[in-house]
């Protein structure tokens, strides 16, 4: 019983920890949008004539798909952490290698895994693309210096590099968690954790197996 309550002290930290990393990596995204106006400045390019102004800009659903499969990992990651938390309170007894939630959510990681690989990935090499421009264009020598350089208005890009940094960072550090995770769901669906308690194996005793233990009973005539 310490070995389940060991992994599902393990489980519960990863479950809420990779919650807390798709709600980050959302929100960190949408903020930026929010900063540009509502475009997408992932891979886009800037121009510089004594101020910084975007020139190219992605098209939003890309920054939206990101912002979705964080949002969508982070719900997962809640159910799942419920469901730990209920497995906690009332009792381990339906959680076994069989188990058709385990089998479940198996797959379902496996699908999150791909579309987080996928949505770290836009994130690193959109920014580079940004990051990119800035420099060809001679406005600053890094994304990180272009935050304190003067952008044309209605942007506020006093923190965009830190935003997207966070968000890929996020991603990233997610995709790890989540890969802990279906680590544990597959080793759990296999049955390598050897937490289950003996259990009754239904077998029934015959007299020649009793009999070394309660001595022969009464024969009859030969």
Known sequence: MAQLS???????????????CGVICSSALTVTQGEFGGQCILY????????????????????????????LAAISSFVALLRSVYISCFGDSERRSGDVWVKAFLVISAVVLFFLLIS????????????????????APSCQEAQHRPWVQPYRAARFYDNLYTAE???WVNFFFWCLTALLLYLESVGKFPFQPPQSSGLTWTDDETAPIIGDGPRGPS
């Open 120 to 139: 770290a990935c836009i994130l690193r090499v959109g920014m580079d693309a940004l990051c990119g421009s800035i420099h060809t264009s001679a406005a």
């Open 169 to 171: 960072a996020a991603a």
């Open 6 to 20: 060991g992994l599902l002290l393990v489980e519960l930290a990863l479950n809420a920890a990779a919650f807390l």
């Open 44 to 71: 886009g390019s800037v121009r510089y004539n004594g101020t910084l102004s975007l020139s190219t800009s992605s098209h939003v659903s890309l920054c939206y798909f990101v912002s979705a499969v964080s949002l």
